[in-house]
């Protein structure tokens, strides 16, 4: 149980906040969808379920079902275009692009955490939305506005997350001496930093590094001609790529962002791109010899001993890099390409989180 999710409860309930969290499947739902907020988590925001949940119960307390179960038995649902806006108001909803009540909460919801399979999260009552009155209610006891506090305390411990990364990056525009930037930008390479601004700090370090690299490619002998290698971010960390974060030109690698702690996603990934190589950008300390060995016990335990099986996997791992290669590669930049990473990553990081230049930048 997170920490905060834990002291929620505990305020609302005393002693008995442990047997609350164990009859809420939404409660403990949103405990496994909250892992953004750990620092080693490998879990991305995903908002949008999230304020499926939020729009659908804040419009429970202001038409005033609170307590009210005889009356919420009767109610045929909220409506679509209520919920949707409200949403899109929440911070990081300004770019959902879809409407997770339309199956997707209930999917995931189904999927991981419903101790009654049959029993859908969200009712869909043909343009209106309204949550089961059996994930509203413990007993006789109405836990809406606990299930509300969770939310927005998780969503307010992002903004705290993002003001302070905000803070970061705009002392790195201030920052005149190299060393100073190099130091600062390293002390965001860690463990404990969040999934997706990882994967914007990983990209910009190894987009700056590869640019000064290139090889010598021509469609004839007599037609050789030197280019260098361009990093490419594929979307947005939460976006649906088909398991490739990175793609570099002209040579075609893979690159996939990741951690050691699910060697079963390393497996997924290799399959979603046909057994195309892939180079994995993980985000540990190990050192990547490490990361090899127990990636390579993992696919041998997987394979049942079939050499077959063996070689697919592991034929189809490129390489790996580690936040120790990732610091490695960054101390060997210039000031111009330090520069040029502070530069991407400013740009990423708005991307990723919604937040937009001022009209007059």
Not at 176 to 182: C, D, G, R
Request: glycine share 4%; charged share 30%; aromatic share 12%.
């Amino acid at each position: 149980m997170r920490s905060f999710i834990k002291e929620i409860l505990q305020k609302n309930y005393g002693e008995n906040y442990k047997n609350i969290y164990d009859k809420s499947d939404v409660i403990r739902y949103l405990d496994n969808k909250t892992g953004a907020i750990e620092g080693n988590s490998k879990t991305r925001r995903s908002l949008g379920n999230i304020y499926a949940i939020y729009s659908i119960l804040n419009a429970y307390i202001e038409d005033g079902f609170y307590n009210e179960k005889e009356k919420y038995k009767k109610f045929d649902g909220f409506e679509y275009t209520r919920l949707w806006n409200f949403c899109r108001s929440q911070y990081g909803g300004s770019k959902l692009q879809n409407h997770s009540l339309n199956n997707r909460a209930n999917t995931e919801f189904l999927n991981k955490n419903a101790t009654d399979k049959s029993k859908e999260l969200i009712i869909i009552n043909g343009s209106k939305y309204l949550i089961h009155i059996d994930y509203i209610y413990i007993g006789d006891l109405d836990i809406s506005k606990t299930i509300i506090e969770i939310i927005v305390k998780y969503v307010n411990l992002l903004k705290e997350k993002d003001t302070k990364l905000e803070k970061d990056l705009d002392e790195l525009i201030t920052l005149k001496n190299i060393k100073e930037k190099k130091n600062k930008v390293l002390g965001l390479l860690e463990e404990k930093t969040e999934a997706r601004i990882f994967e914007i700090i990983s990209f910009a370090v190894l987009k700056n590094y590869y640019k000064n690299q290139s090889i010598f490619i021509g469609k004839k002998l007599t037609a050789i001609h030197k280019e260098n290698l361009i990093l490419y971010k594929t979307g947005r960390t939460n976006a649906n790529d088909g398991g490739i974060d990175f793609v570099m030109k002209p040579l075609g690698k893979f690159f996939q962002v990741t951690e050691v702690n699910n060697y079963d996603k390393y497996l997924l990934d290799i399959d979603k791109v046909m057994h195309f190589p892939i180079t994995f950008v993980v985000k540990t300390t190990q050192t990547k010899e490490n990361v090899y060995k127990e990636l390579d016990n993992y696919i041998n335990s997987k394979s049942g001993g079939m050499e077959v099986i063996i070689e697919r996997y592991k034929k189809s791992i490129e390489d790996i890099i580690t936040i120790n290669e990732l610091k490695k590669y960054l101390l060997l930049l210039s000031e111009k390409d330090v520069d040029s990473m502070i530069e991407d990553i400013h740009l990423y990081y708005k991307l990723e989180l919604n937040i937009e230049e001022d009209e007059d930048q």
